[in-house]
């Protein structure tokens, strides 16, 4: 069996990018976010810990004495510095970690035919080199801002225009619909993907 097919979900805060990441699981899709593997390295590795400790203080651990993700939110969303330092640390980190997670499944005696991974900033930093596919979810802005769960602040700045995002990807799709319009559209790539995957 050949390796899975690559693909990386992007789009801005707000428009869909977990619903979307839901949707290819239910088509049977290996996934994973990078919220999730963010998670993971807070949770169980120490040096991330140490450093996240050494730069931002012990005031951002929580009861568990591991680096709490909010408490740090508070400091590096209103410090760009300690926002691009808190990235530079994490995002070789993530990108290390989905990679092994790919090697992984295409060890697997069955591995599957799809893989994808939720990457926000895809674009930002270059990850897109790393991937056979890219989708981008689009929404309008006033409909993010509804399903938007934390506060706003400067990260939108720093995100590509969503038209430079389409341009650059393989897929688009605007999610102003529902789950089922959705998980419909991710069907169709899915089984684009698996005929690429056993052509």
């Not at 805060?13 to 979307?20: D, F, L, N, R």
């Not at 996934?31 to 120490?46: F, K, N, P, Q």
């Not at 997670?101 to 991974?117: G, M, S």
């Not at 802005?141 to 938007?148: D, F, G, N």
Request: net charge negative.
């Amino acid at each position: 069996m050949p390796r899975p097919i690559a693909l990386a979900i992007t789009g801005g805060i707000g428009a869909g990018k977990s619903t979307a990441l839901d949707a290819f699981r239910s088509h049977g899709a290996a996934v994973v976010s990078s919220d999730e593997i963010v998670h993971h390295l807070l949770a169980t590795d120490d040096d991330v810990r140490d450093q996240v400790v050494a730069k931002l203080g012990r005031e951002v651990l929580g009861a568990d004495g591991r680096p709490d993700r909010s408490l740090i939110a508070q400091k590096v969303f209103s410090d760009r510095k300690l926002l691009d330092w808190l990235e530079s640390l994490l995002h070789p980190l993530v990108s290390r970690e989905y990679l092994t997670w790919r090697e992984r499944l295409a060890a697997l005696d069955e591995p599957p035919r799809v893989c994808v991974t939720e990457v926000p900033l895809l674009f930002e930093v270059g990850g897109e080199e790393r991937f056979d596919e890219v989708v981008v979810i689009t929404a309008p802005t006033s409909l993010r801002e509804q399903r938007r769960r934390v506060a706003r602040d400067d990260r939108d700045a720093r995100l590509l225009p969503d038209r430079e995002k389409i341009r650059r990807a393989d897929y688009h799709y605007v999610n102003t619909g529902t789950f089922e319009d959705l998980r419909e559209w991710v069907g169709s790539v899915m089984r684009e993907l698996e005929a690429k995957a056993t052509a």
